[in-house]
């Protein structure tokens, strides 16, 4: 059964339709990835999805309807962000950045800690002084942190060095394996998204062009739709 549910979505910047009639759905425990060439309306699925943009069209979490809710409300109904270009607050220390946002539940300090040692390690560091990759991961963890019931990661990877890859995908196969979280995951690594994600769904050109289970995604269908 699908915890989350996305039917018929639309959405415009301005003028400007980005969404024509997506189709999405992310089961309890199970990740899934998010696929598609750039601008092809992965990232403003994600946005609409937080209700960070007006959109039209069916988005409901564990049956709640989101459509209309104050962004606010959608991460607190369970919904954590881990945004594309990590967007920390770069004054507050790694510590105060963890708890900034935190509520009650499995994830606390200790457990980030667990996952991420080096964020332990550098807790008393602004976040400003840590790399790209540490970066990341704090942003990861602070998302963690709001007890998410749905984890949506955009681009969690992009632009970090491959043995900070490496430990990322590592992160999420625990999250996988010792959670019960949904996670919708975009990245474009099809070979380390196979090792982690349950299904998939290709976006192009604003809608839903392949839904399915990872292991029936065939050369054939990544050419065609994610390819360059």
Same mark, same amino acid.
């Given at each position: 059964?699908?915890? @989350?549910?996305?039917? $018929? +979505? #639309? ?6 339709? =980005?969404?024509? /009639? %997506?189709? !999405? ?35 409901? @979490?564990?049956?709640? $309807? +989101? #459509? ?6 959608? =991460?607190?109904? /369970? %919904?954590? !962000? ?55 991961? !704090? ?90």
């Amino acid at each position: 059964m699908s915890f @989350l549910t996305v039917e $018929n +979505l #639309q959405a415009a910047y301005g003028p400007s339709q =980005a969404l024509f /009639g %997506v189709d !999405l759905r992310v089961a309890e425990g199970e990740v899934t990835a998010l696929l598609g060439r750039n601008g092809m309306g992965k990232t403003t699925t994600v946005k609409a999805i937080c209700q960070m943009i007006r959109s039209s069209g069916t988005i409901t @979490l564990d049956g709640k $309807n +989101l #459509q209309g809710l104050p962004s606010h409300k959608v =991460a607190r109904s /369970g %919904v954590g !962000l881990v945004p594309e270009g990590r967007r920390c607050f770069m004054d507050l220390t790694v510590h105060e950045n963890l708890i900034a946002a935190a509520r009650p539940g499995e994830w606390d300090l200790r457990k980030v800690a667990s996952l991420f040692p080096r964020l332990d390690e550098r807790g008393n560091q602004r976040a400003a002084s840590l790399s790209g990759g540490e970066q990341q991961m !704090l942003a990861i963890g602070r998302a963690l942190m709001t007890n998410p019931r749905l984890l949506v990661l955009d681009e969690a990877t992009e632009g970090l060095a491959p043995i900070i890859r490496q430990e990322i995908w590592a992160a999420m196969r625990q999250l996988k394996q010792n959670t019960s979280v949904a996670i919708l995951l975009i990245d474009k690594s099809l070979k380390e998204l196979a090792t982690v994600s349950d299904t998939a769904t290709i976006l192009a050109r604003g809608r839903t062009v392949w839904s399915g289970a990872m292991s029936d995604l065939t050369s054939e269908v990544s050419e065609k739709h994610i390819g360059v």
